[in-house]
Nanobody, 124 residues
Framework: QVQLVESGGGLVQAGDSLRLSCAAS????????MGWFRQAVGKELEFVAA????????SYAASVKGRFTNSRDNAKNTLYLQMNSLKPEDTAVYYC?????????????????WGQGTQVTVSS
């Protein structure tokens, strides 16, 4: 089992950058595929980015590709999401998630463990 805690959210202006972190407990972090999802007010949960257990494979939603970078440090049990050129439409609660598997997964039901979320607000 793994517990996840996100941090790094906040209020920024359009064009700014933020880096989200997701700290994982437990000794098996490196065996989990990890993902980021977001949910804006009144909208459904949306896939943002995913990374394989080794970090060798990544996947991004079209809306963030080229602006966001997903990475992980297995030695530190931490997942990161570097977000550049932020837009008002990136405003949402961002969640990290962990799932068993060796590749990248883009569907929420492929993940078993979720953090509590961190708010990102981008003003225009």
């Amino acid at each position: 089992q793994v517990q996840l805690v996100e941090s790094g959210g906040g209020l920024v202006q359009a064009g700014d950058s933020l880096r989200l972190s997701c700290a994982a407990s437990g000794r098996t972090f490196s065996s989990y595929a990890m993902g980021w999802f977001r949910q804006a007010v009144g909208k459904e949960l949306e896939f943002v980015a995913a990374i394989s257990w080794s970090g060798g494979f990544t996947s991004y939603a079209a809306s963030v590709k080229g602006r966001f970078t997903n990475s992980r440090d297995n030695a530190k049990n931490t997942l990161y999401l570097q977000m550049n050129s932020l837009k008002p439409e990136d405003t949402a609660v961002y969640y990290c998630a962990a799932g068993a598997g060796t590749y990248v997964y883009t569907k929420a039901n492929e993940y078993s463990y979720w953090g509590q979320g961190t708010q990102v607000t981008v003003s225009s």
